[in-house]
């Protein structure tokens, strides 16, 4: 399972054979874009301000002595990164995929929502578009993310196991061109960076007794890719 035919996915996804999630299919369910919009909840609490139509109430209850009532100001500071896998074993759950990306980009009021891929772990680079072949080097993203930024990966973590826990020279990235990081050494140093990540399985839970789902189960907080699990998941951002 997720070894592409008899090949690795190192190599595979180095063919561009894996398509880009579209944002412009339907909703599978509403209730998917209700329970990402909890996000927006995620707000700082900024200086205190007059509040003047609850000042003007208060005054009035309270028999014309002005009664001030000030509010802090809520400041939006959620970045959100969106981490899909692509391809191979994912392929069946293309659809349910794309309608989670589709109601994260109808979501508003995201300080920032950014999109990126990956075949079956991040082996140094993180994909904007597999088709173009744009990417990211993860050492640049990190330098640009923050704890304020909220991670949610979404995939099955089951591949083969030297996918995962072998260290990879070729297709990585350190600025020299050469690492011997894993991809679960990418994913913990991005966990490392972003605490508040969380890890969207659409597998059953039945089947997380793989080797690798129980490993990037330790880096990241899994749940279902179901609506309960969703929730779960935002209530586990939320907290931080």
């Known amino acids: 399972m997720g070894e592409g035919g008899g090949r690795s996915a190192i190599q595979v996804a180095g063919e561009r054979r894996w ?11 509403r209730d998917l874009l209700v329970a990402l919009r909890a996000l927006r909840r995620l707000a700082k609490e900024g200086p205190l301000s007059l509040h003047v ?41 293309a659809r349910l995929v794309e309608a989670l990306f589709t ?27 597999y088709r173009n072949f744009k990417r990211h080097p993860i050492p640049e993203l990190l330098a640009r993310w923050t704890p304020e930024h909220r991670l949610v990966w979404v995939g099955d973590a089951s591949m083969a196991p030297y996918e995962l826990f072998q260290p990879w020279g070729s297709g990585a990235w350190d ?17 490392k960076r972003c605490p508040a990540s969380v890890w969207l399985n659409p ?17 990241f907080p899994m749940f279902s890719l179901t609506l309960a699990g969703l929730r779960d998941a935002v209530r586990k951002l939320r907290s931080g």
């Open 53 to 93: 139509d609850k000042t003007i109430d208060a005054t009035a209850h309270n028999a014309g002595e002005i009664e001030l009532v000030e509010e802090r100001e809520r400041r939006n500071r959620v970045h959100v990164v969106l981490l899909m896998d692509t391809g191979g074993s994912m392929a069946p759950h």
């Open 175 to 191: 600025g020299s061109g050469h690492t011997t990081m894993s991809g679960l050494d990418w994913m913990a140093a991005i966990r």
């Open 203 to 219: 597998d059953p839970p039945r089947y997380w007794e793989h080797p690798t789902v129980r490993a990037v189960g330790a880096v």
């Open 19 to 29: 398509a880009d999630y579209r944002v412009d299919r339907e909703l599978q369910s």
């Open 103 to 129: 109601a994260a980009s109808e979501t508003k009021g995201f300080k920032s929502l950014q999109a990126l891929q990956f075949h079956n772990a991040p082996y140094g680079w993180l994909y904007e578009d």
